[in-house]
């Protein structure tokens, strides 16, 4: 299920480019266009719902184990897993998506 109006689907149907990073049949992972740091990832369903508890529990399941390869893959030791629902959440991309987001080591500042 995808929504023609959602940027995070045209993101997966290519049509909006992205630097990915993973994708398979059920999760896509590109990087973030603002990033909190070098390595800001995203981690989404492809199955288009906004809010956590709109995506089946079958896609959710895919996701964190994708969230955890990017994670290691950065390099990063300290990182955040952030997830965000409802405008008073601070969600501003109306689907579903896992920031993740490298910590650096202050001594080695933030590139
Ligand atoms: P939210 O506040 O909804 O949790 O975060 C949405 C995130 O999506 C933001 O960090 C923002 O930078 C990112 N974002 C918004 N539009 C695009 C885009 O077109 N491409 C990419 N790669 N990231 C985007
Ligand atoms: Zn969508």
Known sequence: MSSAACIFCKIIKGDIPSFKLFESEKVFAFLDIQPLSRGHALVIPKFHGAKLTDI???DLLEILPV?????KASG????????NNGRIAHQVVDHVHFHMI???NEQEGLS
């Open 102 to 104: 490298p910590k650096p």
């Open 56 to 58: 089946p529990d079958e």
């Open 67 to 71: 969230a955890k390869k990017i994670a």
């Open 76 to 83: 990063a030791e300290d990182f955040n897993i952030l997830q």
